[in-house]
């Protein structure tokens, strides 16, 4: 009976390594050894073409001590994470408070919310390229009316990373439908207790709602933070010639690191600027592991 069972086990593992090989070939193919091979090449001055000698750490320290831009990229990047991603944050939390109440019509103010998070990414940015045109754009038309006089937004160095935190604010939809589907999940014995004891609506939201949906402000806030650090679709579209103008204020890092890829070609530059860019996200990731459980709460008491 014994040696049965062993059998058995020994071909339902066997089964189970059948099942899951083109997972492991898949990964082995297109994600583990790219990833091993951006990180030699990184080493090396890879053109992709011609030549991939040796260098060491030739393309970091070039990076640092060597590329203005390089620091300019970086700095492009964290100015706009740390605006965008709080602010698309509380405006996401904002925006699904709103949309959790029990109204006629709140269903059609629910698509029409989240609609802007559906569209198409190009098309999107074409659109706003329109309404923030400095002459002709419906935004600085709107501000007119009210004798404000409207900035250049996309033509000014001040404005253009504003202008495109403002934007990001337009499409928080997707985040406003997990808050949303978190706040109706908050167990409604618990408000029924808080008002009891007497609290107002501002008191059960701060120590009712905002705690019974941190695990979702968790989950949003690391995967922003690492979307905001990937940003160049906005930037490659809304810049002049996909430079990064005016002045360098939309050259991106991921911007930057395209352009030595495949422009100059120098690919081996570039993963370097990749794997750069990796140690910071992965760095930033691990130290909102490490603080969450000070202020993520689950239903069940383990914020582990």
Known sequence: MAKTKSAMRRKETMYGYIFVMP?????????????????????????????????GT???????????LFWTSLWNTLYYVLFSVPLTTIGAIFLSALLNQDVPGIRVFRTLYYLPAVLSGVGVYLLWMQLLDPGTGMINLVLGWFGIDGPNWLFDPAWTKPSLIFMKLWSVGGAMLLYLASMQGVSKTLYE??????????????????????????????????GGFQIFQEAYVMSSNGEGGPA??????????????FENFNMGYAMAMSWILFIIVFILTMI?????????????GDNR
């Open 288 to 300: 909102n592991l490490k603080l969450a459980p000070r202020w993520v709460h689950y239903e069940g």
């Open 23 to 55: 997972w492991i070939i898949g990964f082995l193919a297109f994600t583990a050894g790219p990833l091993l091979f951006s990180l030699f090449a990184s080493f090396t001055n890879y053109n992709i073409t011609s030549q991939m000698d040796f260098v």
């Open 248 to 261: 360098n204020s939309l050259l991106f890092y991921n911007l930057y690191m395209w352009r030595q890829a």
């Open 193 to 226: 207790a808080a008002e009891i004891d007497g609290a107002n609506t501002f008191r059960k939201f701060f120590h009712i709602t905002l705690p019974m949906i941190t695990p979702v402000i968790f989950f949003d806030v690391v995967t922003s933070l690492i």
């Open 58 to 68: 030739e393309n970091y320290q070039g990076l640092f001590t060597e590329d203005g």
